[in-house]
């Protein structure tokens, strides 16, 4: 056995009721903060007004940018990095679900590399032929998660949409990778029942995909195993119950894992395909789409897998409470039989037509995929081709 295993410092901080005790940990980073935030929740539930009233009695500055949306684009990512030129921002926080921490992270991007001349944030996607490189002049990122699912608050990714060229890319670094990830549950609380279904989805698929990815490691093997377990015990009810704080644990803690899977692992085809559809329907979730591919990617991988692969998706079945043994297709579909069953018990057993795809924008679709997903799709398992893809598309309407 030989690998790497490269995970930049990891400073998490998480339990109960947190968010009033992490103000001299961000005045370590910066005294002069941009808050980003989305539009309604977290001001509504109180906890925009109790970080801001924590970090001002520290001596920490707070300027709130509040208008961070799902699937965040280009330009909200500029506009905010313009404010907190303008304000002079030393540290950037995210409080919100993945899109504003996502939102955070490039708005450190572009604000720290436009001291003497501004450079949007499309300038430093990897989909460029050329990108600006991003350094170490990245303002430092806080990210308080209040969604367990994307992870962004343990992963080097910012995923950022570009309305014009239909493109939602993940533009990476380790630069990005937050200086203080935080986990109240008392938000996590709140996450309304479709919002933990939708999430719990991306949970579980970071995890499944972080398994088979080639890119996979005995280290992250194992994070990724006990993510998928925690969520087949505990995602159907934080679902039901919402309040219940053992399962809500348990899901920020997978969520946890999940994130730091991808940000060694990667994620595959579910990922690469999942992109393009938000780009081309922003108003589909990013757990929804997932919900949709990750089943016929899995019978894929399956199908034309090797020894190796049928047995991940053997211990994967495993994990999610199923009689697994050895390892070949019959016995490592089970597992595609545990996740359909799983999504079924929590409403994400929509195909993509339901949820408002057009056949007819297929090969649009693939062509994006292909454009901008290659490092998800050559860390697939098995070898993907543009005529894969726009099979899968069909299979999953
Ligand atoms: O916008 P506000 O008003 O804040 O409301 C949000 C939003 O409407 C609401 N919400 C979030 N937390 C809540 C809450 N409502 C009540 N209580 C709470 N505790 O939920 C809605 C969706 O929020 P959003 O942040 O868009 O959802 P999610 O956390 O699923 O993030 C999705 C984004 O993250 C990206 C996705 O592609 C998508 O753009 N991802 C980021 C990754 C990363 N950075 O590593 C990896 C992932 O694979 C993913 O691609
Ligand atoms: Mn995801």
């Known amino acids: 056995m030989a690998f790497n295993f490269n995970l930049p410092k990891v400073n998490l901080v998480f339990g109960q009721s947190v968010l009033g005790n992490i103000a001299e940990e961000i005045k370590k980073l910066g005294n002069n903060a941009l808050l980003v935030t989305g539009r309604n929740s977290m001001e509504q539930l109180g906890f925009l007004k109790k970080i801001t009233e924590h970090l001002q009695n520290s001596a920490v500055k707070v300027t709130v940018f509040n208008k961070s949306t799902p699937n965040p684009t280009t330009e909200l990512v500029d506009e905010g990095a313009k404010i907190a030129l303008e304000k002079k921002s030393n540290v950037i926080i995210g409080l919100g679900g993945g899109s504003s921490m ?7 991007i572009v604000a720290g590399h436009s001291q003497e001349q501004f450079h949007p944030i499309w300038e430093f996607s990897q989909s460029n032929d050329s990108p600006q490189p991003i350094t170490s002049k990245t303002l430092p990122i806080v990210a308080i998660t209040s969604s367990s699912g994307t992870g962004s608050h343990v992963t080097r990714f910012s ?6 060229l239909k493109q939602k890319v993940g533009i990476y670094s380790e630069h990005i990778f937050p200086k203080l990830s935080v ?3 008392e938000i996590l609380t709140n996450m309304p029942p479709a919002l933990t279904a939708e999430c719990g989805v991306d949970v579980l698929t970071h995890c ?3 398994l088979v990815s080639k890119q996979n490691n005995p280290i992250t093997e194992d994070m990724a195993l006990k993510g998928i377990e925690l969520v087949f015990s505990h995602l159907t009810e934080a679902y039901r119950d919402g309040d219940s704080l053992r399962s809500r644990e348990g899901m920020a803690l997978a969520d946890t894992y999940a994130g730091l899977v991808i940000t060694t692992s990667r994620v595959i085809l579910p990922h690469a395909m999942s992109h393009p559809i938000s780009a081309y329907y922003p108003n589909i979730s990013h757990g929804a ?11 894929f991988n399956i199908d ?8 991940k ?3 994967a079945a495993s994990a999610m409470g199923k009689r697994a043994f050895g390892a070949n297709k019959q016995e ?11 999504f079924a018990k929590i409403g994400m057993n929509k195909g993509l037509k339901e949820l408002g795809v057009d056949a007819g924008r297929i090969n649009e679709m693939v062509q994006s995929a292909m454009k901008t997903g290659q490092g998800p799709i050559e860390s697939n398992p098995v070898e993907v081709r543009e005529h894969d893809i726009a099979r899968i598309y069909k299979l999953a309407l």
């Open 208 to 210: 499944l995909e972080g």
């Open 102 to 108: 996502d939102a955070a992270k490039a708005i450190a």
């Open 159 to 164: 995923v950022i949409t570009n309305l014009e």
């Open 313 to 315: 998706y053997c211990l």
């Open 332 to 342: 490592a579909s089970k597992s595609i039989e545990a996740v359909k069953e799983l």
């Open 183 to 185: 986990v109240d549950l």
């Open 289 to 299: 789409a997932l919900a949709a591919l990750t089943p016929p990617i899995m019978q």
């Open 304 to 311: 034309n897998g090797n020894n190796t692969v049928w047995q």
